[in-house]
């Protein structure tokens, strides 16, 4: 059974850090590309970042900058640093692990408030 887990969400001041992690069971996890996803109220969910599986890094313009996505294969994690957060960085945040279109999974959420 594919699992991904998500932790490290909270309530932080505008300007401040948070980190995130994902842990991932159930998947070869060297294989899959993996990334972070954010969905703020009323809006999409958009892409935040990306790593793939040969340590390429891809970011949203929005967060590009401040937000860095690292993984631990051995661990079989992904995590996100985040900083300078803002307000409009609010939303819940979603791992999610893509090999192919048949092998694409989320985690459940964690939820990042950001309070001005």
């Known amino acids: 059974q594919v699992q991904l887990v998500e932790s490290g969400g909270g309530l932080v001041q505008a300007g401040g850090s948070l980190s995130l992690s994902c842990a991932a069971s159930g998947i070869i996890f060297n294989i899959f590309n993996m990334g972070w996803y954010r969905q703020a109220p009323g809006k999409q969910r958009e892409l935040v970042a990306q790593m793939s599986t040969r340590g390429i890094e891809n970011y949203a313009a929005s967060v590009s900058g401040r937000f860095a996505i690292s993984r631990d294969n051995a661990k079989k994690m992904v995590y996100l640093h985040m900083q300078s957060l803002e307000p409009e960085d609010t939303a819940v945040y979603y791992c999610?692990?893509?090999?192919?279109?048949?092998?694409?999974?989320w985690g459940q959420g964690t939820q990042v408030t950001v309070s001005s």
């Open positions: 999610n692990g893509f090999y192919n279109r048949g092998s694409n999974y």
